[in-house]
Protein backbone atom coordinates (compact mmCIF):
# COMPACT_ATOMS: atom_id res chain seq x y z
CA UNK A 1 0.00 0.00 0.00
CA UNK A 2 1.48 3.26 -1.43
CA UNK A 3 1.23 6.46 -2.86
CA UNK A 4 1.94 7.06 -6.45
CA UNK A 5 1.83 10.10 -8.87
CA UNK A 6 3.21 11.32 -11.74
CA UNK A 7 3.05 13.52 -14.99
CA UNK A 8 3.93 13.95 -18.84
CA UNK A 9 7.45 15.74 -19.27
CA UNK A 10 10.18 17.54 -16.37
CA UNK A 11 9.45 19.30 -13.19
CA UNK A 12 11.73 17.57 -10.43
CA UNK A 13 10.61 20.24 -7.63
CA UNK A 14 6.72 19.62 -8.76
CA UNK A 15 7.93 15.53 -8.71
CA UNK A 16 9.31 16.19 -4.99
CA UNK A 17 6.17 18.11 -3.65
CA UNK A 18 4.03 15.55 -5.11
CA UNK A 19 6.05 12.90 -3.22
CA UNK A 20 5.80 14.89 0.06
CA UNK A 21 2.11 15.60 -0.47
CA UNK A 22 1.70 11.20 -0.48
CA UNK A 23 4.34 10.87 2.29
CA UNK A 24 1.78 9.17 4.82
CA UNK A 25 0.66 7.08 2.73
CA UNK A 26 4.07 5.37 2.38
CA UNK A 27 6.23 6.81 5.18
CA UNK A 28 8.91 3.87 4.38
CA UNK A 29 10.74 5.05 1.54
CA UNK A 30 10.35 7.55 -1.65
CA UNK A 31 11.58 7.10 -4.81
CA UNK A 32 11.51 9.60 -8.05
CA UNK A 33 11.84 8.81 -11.99
CA UNK A 34 12.28 10.91 -14.80
CA UNK A 35 12.92 9.73 -18.08
CA UNK A 36 13.44 13.47 -20.02
CA UNK A 37 11.15 14.50 -21.94
CA UNK A 38 8.64 12.02 -21.50
CA UNK A 39 7.55 10.84 -18.19
CA UNK A 40 8.06 11.59 -14.50
CA UNK A 41 7.04 8.99 -11.92
CA UNK A 42 6.95 9.25 -7.71
CA UNK A 43 6.42 6.86 -5.38
CA UNK A 44 6.24 6.88 -1.31
CA UNK A 45 6.02 3.06 -0.35
CA UNK A 46 4.14 1.51 2.60
CA UNK A 47 6.73 -1.79 3.19
CA UNK A 48 4.35 -5.01 3.24
CA UNK A 49 5.48 -7.28 1.35
CA UNK A 50 8.94 -8.24 0.52
CA UNK A 51 10.45 -5.77 2.77
CA UNK A 52 13.70 -5.68 1.26
CA UNK A 53 14.40 -2.29 -0.53
CA UNK A 54 15.01 -3.87 -3.81
CA UNK A 55 11.35 -3.63 -4.33
CA UNK A 56 10.90 -0.18 -3.36
CA UNK A 57 9.60 1.66 -6.26
CA UNK A 58 9.44 2.95 -8.99
CA UNK A 59 10.11 -0.27 -9.82
CA UNK A 60 12.41 -1.38 -13.09
CA UNK A 61 11.91 -4.58 -15.83
CA UNK A 62 13.25 -5.58 -18.55
CA UNK A 63 11.53 -8.57 -20.90
CA UNK A 64 12.70 -9.62 -24.23
CA UNK A 65 14.59 -5.92 -24.81
CA UNK A 66 11.39 -3.86 -23.62
CA UNK A 67 11.77 -1.77 -20.57
CA UNK A 68 9.12 -0.77 -17.88
CA UNK A 69 9.55 1.56 -14.80
CA UNK A 70 6.00 0.52 -12.48
CA UNK A 71 4.18 2.94 -9.53
CA UNK A 72 1.88 0.53 -7.93
CA UNK A 73 -0.60 1.24 -5.10
CA UNK A 74 -2.51 -1.81 -3.80
CA UNK A 75 -2.18 -5.58 -3.76
CA UNK A 76 -2.29 -8.54 -6.00
CA UNK A 77 -3.84 -11.05 -3.55
CA UNK A 78 -2.79 -14.39 -6.10
CA UNK A 79 0.34 -13.16 -7.41
CA UNK A 80 1.87 -16.54 -6.34
CA UNK A 81 -0.64 -18.62 -8.36
CA UNK A 82 0.43 -17.48 -12.05
CA UNK A 83 3.97 -16.23 -10.95
CA UNK A 84 5.16 -19.58 -12.30
CA UNK A 85 3.14 -19.57 -15.54
CA UNK A 86 5.05 -16.22 -15.64
CA UNK A 87 8.50 -18.08 -15.44
CA UNK A 88 7.62 -20.72 -17.84
CA UNK A 89 6.82 -17.55 -20.23
CA UNK A 90 10.75 -16.67 -20.37
CA UNK A 91 10.22 -14.19 -16.84
CA UNK A 92 12.57 -13.52 -14.29
CA UNK A 93 12.29 -12.40 -10.98
CA UNK A 94 14.87 -10.58 -8.43
CA UNK A 95 11.88 -10.02 -5.28
CA UNK A 96 9.36 -11.97 -4.16
CA UNK A 97 6.44 -8.96 -4.36
CA UNK A 98 3.44 -8.68 -6.23
CA UNK A 99 4.52 -5.46 -7.83
CA UNK A 100 7.33 -7.21 -10.00
CA UNK A 101 4.88 -10.04 -11.19
CA UNK A 102 2.19 -7.19 -12.11
CA UNK A 103 5.22 -5.86 -14.35
CA UNK A 104 5.65 -9.72 -15.81
CA UNK A 105 2.41 -9.81 -16.83
CA UNK A 106 1.71 -6.69 -18.92
CA UNK A 107 5.14 -7.70 -20.55
CA UNK A 108 3.81 -10.81 -21.06
CA UNK A 109 0.19 -10.65 -21.35
CA UNK A 110 -0.28 -6.36 -22.03
CA UNK A 111 -3.28 -4.60 -20.72
CA UNK A 112 -5.33 -8.04 -20.12
CA UNK A 113 -3.21 -8.67 -17.23
CA UNK A 114 -5.53 -6.71 -15.16
CA UNK A 115 -8.42 -9.43 -15.90
CA UNK A 116 -6.00 -11.91 -13.80
CA UNK A 117 -5.55 -9.71 -10.88
CA UNK A 118 -7.59 -10.51 -7.79
CA UNK A 119 -6.92 -7.69 -5.56
CA UNK A 120 -7.13 -3.77 -5.33
CA UNK A 121 -4.67 -1.50 -7.08
CA UNK A 122 -4.51 1.70 -8.65
CA UNK A 123 -0.89 2.21 -10.73
CA UNK A 124 0.96 2.87 -13.64
CA UNK A 125 3.24 1.54 -15.74
CA UNK A 126 5.99 3.73 -18.33
CA UNK A 127 6.48 1.70 -21.79
CA UNK A 128 9.85 2.82 -22.89
CA UNK A 129 9.93 1.28 -26.08
CA UNK A 130 5.96 2.10 -27.22
CA UNK A 131 6.60 6.00 -25.23
CA UNK A 132 2.93 5.24 -23.32
CA UNK A 133 1.91 5.23 -19.87
CA UNK A 134 -0.61 2.82 -18.73
CA UNK A 135 -3.00 3.32 -15.83
CA UNK A 136 -5.34 0.93 -13.93
CA UNK A 137 -7.69 0.72 -11.43
CA UNK A 138 -9.16 -2.58 -9.51
CA UNK A 139 -12.38 -3.64 -10.30
CA UNK A 140 -14.62 -1.68 -7.50
CA UNK A 141 -12.40 1.36 -7.08
CA UNK A 142 -11.10 0.60 -3.64
CA UNK A 143 -7.71 2.34 -4.21
CA UNK A 144 -7.92 5.71 -5.54
CA UNK A 145 -6.56 7.15 -8.77
CA UNK A 146 -7.02 10.90 -9.70
CA UNK A 147 -5.68 12.95 -12.97
CA UNK A 148 -6.23 15.80 -14.77
CA UNK A 149 -5.86 15.88 -18.61
CA UNK A 150 -5.86 19.30 -20.76
CA UNK A 151 -3.60 21.49 -22.72
CA UNK A 152 -1.23 18.71 -23.51
CA UNK A 153 -0.61 18.42 -19.69
CA UNK A 154 -1.48 14.86 -17.68
CA UNK A 155 -0.96 14.70 -14.25
CA UNK A 156 -2.22 11.72 -11.78
CA UNK A 157 -1.80 11.07 -8.10
CA UNK A 158 -3.80 9.02 -5.52
CA UNK A 159 -5.05 12.08 -3.86
CA UNK A 160 -5.99 15.40 -4.99
CA UNK A 161 -3.27 17.47 -2.74
CA UNK A 162 -0.91 16.15 -5.20
CA UNK A 163 -2.57 16.71 -8.32
CA UNK A 164 -3.21 20.25 -6.81
CA UNK A 165 0.57 20.76 -6.09
CA UNK A 166 0.75 21.68 -10.36
CA UNK A 167 0.36 25.31 -10.92
CA UNK A 168 -1.79 24.70 -13.78
CA UNK A 169 -4.25 22.98 -11.95
CA UNK A 170 -7.13 24.98 -11.31
CA UNK A 171 -8.05 25.00 -7.39
CA UNK A 172 -11.93 26.01 -8.85
CA UNK A 173 -14.68 23.95 -7.62
CA UNK A 174 -17.43 21.99 -9.46
CA UNK A 175 -20.18 23.96 -9.04
CA UNK A 176 -22.52 21.68 -10.56
CA UNK A 177 -20.90 18.57 -7.38
CA UNK A 178 -21.49 20.85 -4.76
CA UNK A 179 -25.21 21.97 -5.64
CA UNK A 180 -25.85 18.14 -5.30
CA UNK A 181 -23.50 17.65 -2.51
CA UNK A 182 -25.66 20.84 -0.46
CA UNK A 183 -28.74 19.52 -2.17
CA UNK A 184 -28.78 15.99 -1.83
CA UNK A 185 -26.04 14.93 0.25
CA UNK A 186 -24.25 13.10 -2.63
CA UNK A 187 -20.54 13.06 -1.99
CA UNK A 188 -19.35 10.41 -4.81
CA UNK A 189 -18.87 10.53 -8.31
CA UNK A 190 -17.35 8.12 -10.88
CA UNK A 191 -15.76 10.66 -12.97
CA UNK A 192 -15.69 13.74 -11.15
CA UNK A 193 -14.37 15.43 -7.74
CA UNK A 194 -15.23 18.47 -6.22
CA UNK A 195 -12.12 19.92 -8.19
CA UNK A 196 -13.34 21.23 -11.46
CA UNK A 197 -10.70 20.20 -13.62
CA UNK A 198 -9.32 16.78 -11.65
CA UNK A 199 -11.00 13.70 -12.63
CA UNK A 200 -10.76 10.10 -11.39
CA UNK A 201 -10.32 7.06 -13.49
CA UNK A 202 -13.56 5.15 -13.07
CA UNK A 203 -13.44 1.72 -10.62
CA UNK A 204 -12.57 -1.04 -13.29
CA UNK A 205 -11.18 0.98 -16.45
CA UNK A 206 -7.92 1.01 -17.83
CA UNK A 207 -5.95 4.28 -19.12
CA UNK A 208 -3.73 4.36 -22.02
CA UNK A 209 -1.57 7.63 -22.02
CA UNK A 210 -0.09 8.05 -25.83
CA UNK A 211 3.09 10.18 -24.48
CA UNK A 212 4.33 11.54 -27.97
CA UNK A 213 0.41 12.20 -29.04
CA UNK A 214 -0.94 13.75 -25.49
CA UNK A 215 -4.08 11.52 -25.94
CA UNK A 216 -5.58 9.44 -23.03
CA UNK A 217 -7.95 6.90 -23.80
CA UNK A 218 -10.09 4.76 -21.50
CA UNK A 219 -11.25 1.71 -21.91
CA UNK A 220 -13.51 -0.50 -19.58
CA UNK A 221 -12.27 -4.08 -18.81
CA UNK A 222 -14.68 -4.81 -16.06
CA UNK A 223 -18.75 -4.50 -15.40
CA UNK A 224 -20.58 -6.28 -12.45
CA UNK A 225 -21.83 -9.72 -13.87
CA UNK A 226 -26.00 -10.01 -13.81
CA UNK A 227 -28.11 -13.46 -13.19
CA UNK A 228 -29.74 -15.14 -10.41
CA UNK A 229 -28.93 -18.16 -8.95
CA UNK A 230 -29.35 -20.05 -5.94
CA UNK A 231 -26.77 -20.36 -3.42
CA UNK A 232 -26.04 -22.78 -0.57
CA UNK A 233 -25.00 -21.61 3.23
CA UNK A 234 -21.57 -23.88 2.74
CA UNK A 235 -20.79 -22.16 -0.92
CA UNK A 236 -20.43 -18.47 0.84
CA UNK A 237 -18.93 -19.63 4.01
CA UNK A 238 -16.07 -21.47 1.75
CA UNK A 239 -15.40 -18.96 -0.46
CA UNK A 240 -15.31 -16.23 2.42
CA UNK A 241 -12.41 -18.54 4.45
CA UNK A 242 -10.17 -18.02 1.04
CA UNK A 243 -10.54 -14.40 0.43
CA UNK A 244 -9.99 -13.88 4.23
CA UNK A 245 -7.00 -16.45 4.06
CA UNK A 246 -5.85 -14.36 1.04
CA UNK A 247 -5.96 -10.94 2.25
CA UNK A 248 -3.68 -12.47 5.29
CA UNK A 249 -0.88 -12.69 3.00
CA UNK A 250 2.06 -10.39 4.56
CA UNK A 251 5.10 -9.87 5.66
CA UNK A 252 4.35 -7.44 8.61
CA UNK A 253 1.70 -8.58 11.16
CA UNK A 254 -2.00 -8.35 10.52
CA UNK A 255 -4.90 -7.18 12.51
CA UNK A 256 -8.73 -6.76 12.75
CA UNK A 257 -11.10 -4.03 12.62
CA UNK A 258 -14.03 -5.27 14.71
CA UNK A 259 -17.29 -4.03 15.08
CA UNK A 260 -20.26 -5.58 16.76
CA UNK A 261 -22.14 -6.41 13.64
CA UNK A 262 -22.61 -9.45 11.64
CA UNK A 263 -20.46 -8.37 8.66
CA UNK A 264 -16.42 -8.06 10.48
CA UNK A 265 -18.07 -10.76 13.06
CA UNK A 266 -18.18 -12.83 9.76
CA UNK A 267 -14.69 -12.25 9.04
CA UNK A 268 -13.05 -13.03 12.37
CA UNK A 269 -15.06 -16.09 12.28
CA UNK A 270 -13.31 -16.68 9.21
CA UNK A 271 -9.86 -15.61 10.50
CA UNK A 272 -9.97 -18.21 13.11
CA UNK A 273 -10.16 -20.75 10.84
CA UNK A 274 -6.89 -19.88 8.88
CA UNK A 275 -4.77 -18.33 10.94
CA UNK A 276 -2.79 -19.60 14.00
CA UNK A 277 -1.62 -17.41 16.94
CA UNK A 278 -3.42 -14.46 18.00
CA UNK A 279 -4.53 -11.89 16.54
CA UNK A 280 -5.19 -8.36 17.60
CA UNK A 281 -8.59 -6.78 16.94
CA UNK A 282 -9.47 -3.33 17.77
CA UNK A 283 -13.28 -1.60 18.54
CA UNK A 284 -14.71 1.17 19.89
CA UNK A 285 -15.92 2.50 23.35
CA UNK A 286 -16.92 5.53 24.40
CA UNK A 287 -18.13 6.97 27.63
CA UNK A 288 -21.93 7.58 26.60
CA UNK A 289 -22.32 4.65 24.60
CA UNK A 290 -22.28 6.14 21.28
CA UNK A 291 -20.38 4.49 19.11
CA UNK A 292 -19.67 1.64 21.75
CA UNK A 293 -19.45 -1.98 20.40
CA UNK A 294 -18.17 -3.73 23.18
CA UNK A 295 -20.94 -5.49 24.21
CA UNK A 296 -21.43 -7.44 20.79
CA UNK A 297 -17.88 -7.82 20.28
CA UNK A 298 -17.56 -9.40 23.59
CA UNK A 299 -20.25 -11.64 22.69
CA UNK A 300 -18.18 -12.79 19.86
CA UNK A 301 -14.64 -12.98 21.51
CA UNK A 302 -16.22 -15.49 23.75
CA UNK A 303 -15.93 -17.85 21.11
CA UNK A 304 -12.62 -17.23 19.88
CA UNK A 305 -10.40 -16.68 22.32
CA UNK A 306 -7.18 -16.17 19.74
CA UNK A 307 -8.05 -12.40 19.74
CA UNK A 308 -6.61 -9.70 21.76
CA UNK A 309 -9.00 -6.73 21.52
CA UNK A 310 -8.18 -3.24 21.68
CA UNK A 311 -10.57 -0.57 22.97
CA UNK A 312 -10.26 2.66 21.16
CA UNK A 313 -12.00 5.08 23.57
CA UNK A 314 -14.07 7.99 21.41
CA UNK A 315 -13.59 11.02 23.49
CA UNK A 316 -16.45 14.05 23.09
CA UNK A 317 -14.10 16.28 21.62
CA UNK A 318 -12.78 14.13 18.88
CA UNK A 319 -14.83 15.42 16.24
CA UNK A 320 -13.51 18.79 16.43
CA UNK A 321 -9.75 17.89 17.48
CA UNK A 322 -10.01 15.95 14.38
CA UNK A 323 -12.25 17.83 11.92
CA UNK A 324 -10.01 20.01 10.04
CA UNK A 325 -7.20 17.39 9.86
CA UNK A 326 -9.81 14.99 7.98
CA UNK A 327 -10.87 17.36 5.87
CA UNK A 328 -7.28 17.62 4.59
CA UNK A 329 -7.19 13.61 4.10
CA UNK A 330 -10.47 13.43 2.44
CA UNK A 331 -9.58 16.09 -0.61
CA UNK A 332 -13.14 16.88 -0.87
CA UNK A 333 -16.47 17.35 1.35
CA UNK A 334 -17.62 14.51 2.84
CA UNK A 335 -20.96 13.31 4.20
CA UNK A 336 -21.91 11.37 7.51
CA UNK A 337 -19.78 10.52 10.56
CA UNK A 338 -17.88 7.61 9.44
CA UNK A 339 -14.83 8.99 8.94
CA UNK A 340 -14.29 10.45 12.54
CA UNK A 341 -14.24 6.91 13.79
CA UNK A 342 -12.28 5.28 10.82
CA UNK A 343 -9.75 7.76 11.57
CA UNK A 344 -9.86 7.07 15.31
CA UNK A 345 -9.57 3.66 14.55
CA UNK A 346 -6.30 3.58 12.07
CA UNK A 347 -4.87 6.20 14.29
CA UNK A 348 -4.99 3.25 16.95
CA UNK A 349 -3.71 0.30 14.79
CA UNK A 350 -1.21 2.46 13.60
CA UNK A 351 0.13 3.45 16.87
CA UNK A 352 -0.02 0.09 18.03
CA UNK A 353 2.40 -1.14 15.55
CA UNK A 354 0.48 -2.12 12.53
CA UNK A 355 0.26 -1.71 8.97
CA UNK A 356 -2.18 -4.44 8.01
CA UNK A 357 -6.11 -4.68 8.57
CA UNK A 358 -8.71 -6.81 7.55
CA UNK A 359 -12.28 -4.91 7.90
CA UNK A 360 -16.15 -6.06 6.74
CA UNK A 361 -16.31 -3.57 4.01
CA UNK A 362 -18.70 -4.34 1.38
CA UNK A 363 -21.23 -6.74 2.55
CA UNK A 364 -23.92 -4.49 3.09
CA UNK A 365 -23.60 -3.39 -0.67
CA UNK A 366 -23.25 -6.44 -2.15
CA UNK A 367 -26.35 -8.24 0.37
CA UNK A 368 -28.86 -5.65 0.45
CA UNK A 369 -28.21 -4.13 4.11
CA UNK A 370 -29.68 -1.27 4.11
CA UNK A 371 -33.14 -0.39 5.02
CA UNK A 372 -33.74 1.18 1.50
CA UNK A 373 -33.58 -2.71 -0.04
CA UNK A 374 -36.58 -3.81 2.65
CA UNK A 375 -39.37 -1.19 0.87
CA UNK A 376 -37.94 -2.43 -2.79
CA UNK A 377 -38.62 -6.02 -2.24
CA UNK A 378 -41.81 -5.10 -0.64
CA UNK A 379 -42.77 -3.72 -4.04
CA UNK A 380 -41.42 -6.46 -6.24
CA UNK A 381 -43.17 -8.59 -4.36
CA UNK A 382 -46.19 -6.50 -4.99
CA UNK A 383 -45.45 -6.38 -8.93
CA UNK A 384 -44.76 -9.80 -8.79
CA UNK A 385 -48.06 -10.89 -7.02
CA UNK A 386 -46.69 -12.72 -4.68
CA UNK A 387 -48.99 -12.07 -2.01
CA UNK A 388 -48.53 -14.61 0.12
CA UNK A 389 -44.50 -13.89 0.50
CA UNK A 390 -45.60 -10.28 0.53
CA UNK A 391 -48.09 -10.81 3.45
CA UNK A 392 -45.42 -12.68 5.81
CA UNK A 393 -42.93 -9.96 4.88
CA UNK A 394 -45.21 -7.36 5.65
CA UNK A 395 -45.74 -9.21 9.50
CA UNK A 396 -41.72 -9.57 9.75
CA UNK A 397 -41.16 -6.16 8.91
CA UNK A 398 -43.06 -4.32 11.76
CA UNK A 399 -40.48 -6.67 14.16
CA UNK A 400 -37.58 -4.36 12.72
CA UNK A 401 -36.51 -1.19 14.42
CA UNK A 402 -36.51 0.86 11.64
CA UNK A 403 -40.21 -0.76 10.41
CA UNK A 404 -41.83 2.46 10.19
CA UNK A 405 -39.28 4.41 7.43
CA UNK A 406 -39.85 0.94 5.47
CA UNK A 407 -43.37 0.54 5.59
CA UNK A 408 -43.81 4.51 4.97
CA UNK A 409 -41.41 4.51 1.70
CA UNK A 410 -43.60 1.30 0.45
CA UNK A 411 -47.37 2.99 1.37
CA UNK A 412 -45.87 5.81 -0.48
CA UNK A 413 -45.95 4.55 -3.74
CA UNK A 414 -49.47 4.51 -3.22
CA UNK A 415 -49.88 8.00 -2.87
CA UNK A 416 -46.64 10.64 -3.33
CA UNK A 417 -43.95 9.18 -5.49
CA UNK A 418 -40.70 8.47 -3.58
CA UNK A 419 -38.49 10.39 -5.89
CA UNK A 420 -41.05 13.27 -5.40
CA UNK A 421 -41.14 12.70 -1.68
CA UNK A 422 -37.84 12.79 -1.18
CA UNK A 423 -36.45 15.41 -3.40
CA UNK A 424 -39.13 17.69 -2.17
CA UNK A 425 -37.69 16.93 1.77
CA UNK A 426 -34.16 17.12 0.51
CA UNK A 427 -34.60 20.47 -1.18
CA UNK A 428 -37.09 21.89 1.84
CA UNK A 429 -34.41 21.41 4.05
CA UNK A 430 -31.11 22.91 1.98
CA UNK A 431 -33.14 25.94 1.48
CA UNK A 432 -34.63 26.30 4.69
CA UNK A 433 -31.19 25.73 5.79
CA UNK A 434 -29.03 27.90 3.69
CA UNK A 435 -28.65 27.05 0.37
CA UNK A 436 -27.85 28.87 -2.34
CA UNK A 437 -27.47 27.08 -5.53
CA UNK A 438 -30.21 25.42 -7.33
CA UNK A 439 -31.04 21.73 -7.55
CA UNK A 440 -29.86 19.71 -10.47
CA UNK A 441 -32.23 16.84 -11.89
CA UNK A 442 -29.77 13.97 -10.43
CA UNK A 443 -29.65 13.80 -6.69
CA UNK A 444 -33.06 11.31 -5.30
CA UNK A 445 -33.32 10.09 -8.59
CA UNK A 446 -29.93 8.64 -8.28
CA UNK A 447 -30.26 6.69 -4.89
CA UNK A 448 -33.86 6.56 -4.40
CA UNK A 449 -35.34 5.49 -8.02
CA UNK A 450 -38.18 2.81 -8.20
CA UNK A 451 -36.42 0.18 -9.15
CA UNK A 452 -35.80 -3.65 -8.46
CA UNK A 453 -33.52 -4.74 -6.03
CA UNK A 454 -30.97 -5.94 -8.36
CA UNK A 455 -30.98 -2.74 -10.06
CA UNK A 456 -30.64 -0.89 -7.12
CA UNK A 457 -27.84 -2.98 -5.61
CA UNK A 458 -25.88 -2.65 -9.19
CA UNK A 459 -26.35 1.47 -9.04
CA UNK A 460 -25.18 1.59 -4.92
CA UNK A 461 -21.79 -0.25 -6.10
CA UNK A 462 -21.02 1.78 -9.14
CA UNK A 463 -22.40 5.36 -8.17
CA UNK A 464 -23.07 6.36 -4.87
CA UNK A 465 -22.66 4.09 -1.59
CA UNK A 466 -19.80 1.63 -2.17
CA UNK A 467 -17.38 4.65 -4.57
CA UNK A 468 -18.05 7.24 -1.16
CA UNK A 469 -17.08 4.39 1.71
CA UNK A 470 -14.22 2.52 -0.16
CA UNK A 471 -12.64 6.29 -0.63
CA UNK A 472 -13.42 7.30 2.52
CA UNK A 473 -12.25 4.02 4.08
CA UNK A 474 -8.83 4.20 2.01
CA UNK A 475 -8.02 7.83 3.07
CA UNK A 476 -8.89 7.52 6.18
CA UNK A 477 -6.77 4.51 6.99
CA UNK A 478 -4.05 5.55 5.13
CA UNK A 479 -3.52 9.09 7.20
CA UNK A 480 -1.99 6.79 9.61
CA UNK A 481 -0.50 4.29 6.42
CA UNK A 482 -2.23 1.40 7.53
CA UNK A 483 -3.76 -0.66 4.63
CA UNK A 484 -7.00 -1.45 4.73
CA UNK A 485 -8.47 -5.21 3.12
CA UNK A 486 -11.53 -6.33 2.48
CA UNK A 487 -12.83 -9.89 2.07
CA UNK A 488 -16.38 -9.28 1.10
CA UNK A 489 -14.92 -7.15 -2.79
CA UNK A 490 -12.95 -10.13 -3.24
CA UNK A 491 -13.89 -10.35 -6.85
CA UNK A 492 -15.21 -14.49 -6.61
CA UNK A 493 -17.09 -13.29 -3.17
CA UNK A 494 -18.41 -10.40 -4.54
CA UNK A 495 -19.84 -11.74 -7.96
CA UNK A 496 -21.16 -15.24 -5.85
CA UNK A 497 -22.82 -12.97 -3.42
CA UNK A 498 -24.23 -10.70 -7.10
CA UNK A 499 -25.87 -13.58 -8.11
CA UNK A 500 -28.05 -14.43 -5.78
CA UNK A 501 -31.31 -14.50 -6.08
CA UNK A 502 -33.51 -11.44 -4.51
CA UNK A 503 -35.96 -13.60 -2.52
CA UNK A 504 -32.62 -14.92 -0.88
CA UNK A 505 -31.50 -11.58 0.26
CA UNK A 506 -34.19 -10.24 2.37
CA UNK A 507 -35.91 -13.16 4.39
CA UNK A 508 -38.60 -13.04 7.43
CA UNK A 509 -37.67 -9.12 7.04
CA UNK A 510 -33.82 -10.40 7.89
CA UNK A 511 -31.28 -8.33 5.32
CA UNK A 512 -28.48 -10.08 4.29
CA UNK A 513 -29.89 -13.60 5.04
CA UNK A 514 -27.66 -15.44 3.01
CA UNK A 515 -24.56 -14.25 5.32
CA UNK A 516 -26.50 -14.62 8.91
CA UNK A 517 -27.52 -18.19 6.94
CA UNK A 518 -23.77 -19.09 6.23
CA UNK A 519 -22.50 -18.21 10.22
CA UNK A 520 -25.02 -19.93 12.11
CA UNK A 521 -22.79 -21.75 14.27
CA UNK A 522 -19.78 -19.45 13.82
CA UNK A 523 -21.27 -16.30 15.03
CA UNK A 524 -23.37 -16.41 18.02
CA UNK A 525 -27.16 -15.84 17.26
CA UNK A 526 -27.24 -12.27 19.55
CA UNK A 527 -24.94 -10.44 16.81
CA UNK A 528 -26.29 -12.86 13.71
CA UNK A 529 -30.04 -12.27 14.12
CA UNK A 530 -29.52 -8.64 15.65
CA UNK A 531 -31.95 -6.88 13.75
CA UNK A 532 -30.56 -3.21 14.16
CA UNK A 533 -28.04 -2.35 11.37
CA UNK A 534 -24.44 -1.75 13.87
CA UNK A 535 -21.91 -0.05 12.86
CA UNK A 536 -18.75 2.41 14.03
CA UNK A 537 -20.94 5.73 14.91
CA UNK A 538 -19.51 8.88 16.47
CA UNK A 539 -20.76 11.55 18.91
CA UNK A 540 -20.24 14.17 15.75
CA UNK A 541 -23.79 15.58 15.72
CA UNK A 542 -24.14 15.91 19.76
CA UNK A 543 -20.71 17.62 20.04
CA UNK A 544 -21.80 20.33 17.23
CA UNK A 545 -24.66 21.28 19.42
CA UNK A 546 -22.21 22.24 21.92
CA UNK A 547 -21.65 26.01 22.97
CA UNK A 548 -17.87 25.95 22.10
CA UNK A 549 -18.73 24.37 18.72
CA UNK A 550 -21.27 27.05 17.83
CA UNK A 551 -18.88 30.01 18.66
CA UNK A 552 -16.03 27.94 16.35
CA UNK A 553 -18.87 27.91 13.66
CA UNK A 554 -19.77 31.77 13.87
CA UNK A 555 -15.99 32.18 13.95
CA UNK A 556 -15.60 30.16 10.54
CA UNK A 557 -18.62 31.97 8.80
CA UNK A 558 -18.04 35.17 9.77
CA UNK A 559 -15.87 35.66 7.05
CA UNK A 560 -17.34 32.62 4.73
CA UNK A 561 -15.20 31.05 1.55
CA UNK A 562 -18.59 29.66 0.95
CA UNK A 563 -20.48 32.43 0.89
CA UNK A 564 -21.54 32.18 -2.76
CA UNK A 565 -22.77 28.47 -2.22
CA UNK A 566 -24.53 28.47 1.54
CA UNK A 567 -26.09 31.90 3.44
CA UNK A 568 -23.61 32.45 6.20
CA UNK A 569 -25.92 34.16 8.33
CA UNK A 570 -28.80 31.40 7.75
CA UNK A 571 -26.32 28.50 8.74
CA UNK A 572 -24.90 30.38 12.44
CA UNK A 573 -28.73 31.12 13.15
CA UNK A 574 -29.70 27.24 12.37
CA UNK A 575 -26.57 26.72 14.38
CA UNK A 576 -27.71 28.90 16.60
CA UNK A 577 -30.97 27.13 17.33
CA UNK A 578 -29.94 23.62 18.22
CA UNK A 579 -30.13 23.04 21.89
CA UNK A 580 -27.26 21.35 23.83
CA UNK A 581 -28.65 17.83 23.75
CA UNK A 582 -30.10 18.03 20.26
CA UNK A 583 -28.91 17.06 17.34
CA UNK A 584 -27.48 19.42 13.93
CA UNK A 585 -28.80 18.58 10.95
CA UNK A 586 -26.99 16.64 8.13
CA UNK A 587 -27.00 20.31 5.81
CA UNK A 588 -25.18 22.13 8.56
CA UNK A 589 -22.58 19.91 9.00
CA UNK A 590 -21.97 19.43 5.13
CA UNK A 591 -22.06 22.82 4.95
CA UNK A 592 -19.53 22.66 7.91
CA UNK A 593 -17.09 20.56 5.82
CA UNK A 594 -17.79 22.41 2.46
CA UNK A 595 -16.26 25.78 4.32
CA UNK A 596 -13.62 23.95 6.08
CA UNK A 597 -12.70 22.28 2.37
CA UNK A 598 -12.73 25.30 0.18
CA UNK A 599 -10.58 27.19 3.00
CA UNK A 600 -7.71 24.09 3.75
CA UNK A 601 -7.15 23.37 -0.10
CA UNK A 602 -7.27 27.61 -1.36
CA UNK A 603 -10.95 26.60 -3.28
CA UNK A 604 -12.15 29.12 -5.67
CA UNK A 605 -15.75 29.49 -5.96
Known sequence: MCGIAGFSGDDDVLLEEMASALHHRGPDATGLFNDPGRVSLAHTRLSILDLHERSNQPLHYTHEGRHFVLVFNGEIYNYREFRPELEAAGCRFTTTSDSEVILAAYAVWGADCVRRFNGMWAFAIFDQRENTLFLSRDRFGKKPLYYYASGGRFIFASEIKAIVKAPYVSRAADI?????????????????????????????????????????????????????????????????????????????????????????????????????????????????????????????????????????????????????????????????????????????????????????????????????????????????????????????????????????????????????????????????????????????????????????????????????????????????????????????????????????????????????????????SKVLFDRRKIGFASPLHAQLAAPSAKEWVRGLFADARSAKFVDPKRVIANFDAVSPDGRVDDFLTHALTLELWMRRFDVVS
Not at 288 to 295: L, S, V
Not at 302 to 316: A, D, I
Not at 397 to 423: H, M, N, Y
Open 176 to 524: ELVADFLNFGLAAHTTGTFFRDVKQLPAGTNGTLDLTTGRFQIDRFYSLPTGTRSLGADDLQDMLRQAVSRRLISDVPVCLSLSGGVDSSSIAAMIADVHEGRMVAFTTTSENGTGDETEGVATLLSMYRQFELVKVRLEPEDPLKHFERIVYHMDEPFIYDSPFVRFKIAEAIHQHGFKVSLTGEGADELLGGYALYSHLFLLELLRDRRLARLGSELLFTLLQPDWRPILGRFASRFTKSEDERVRSHFLDNAKRSGCLLPASDRGPALQERDVSVKEKLHLQLTTFFLPYLLACNDKMYMAHAVESRAPFLDVEVAELLLGIQTEQLIVRGLRKYPLRQAMRGRVP
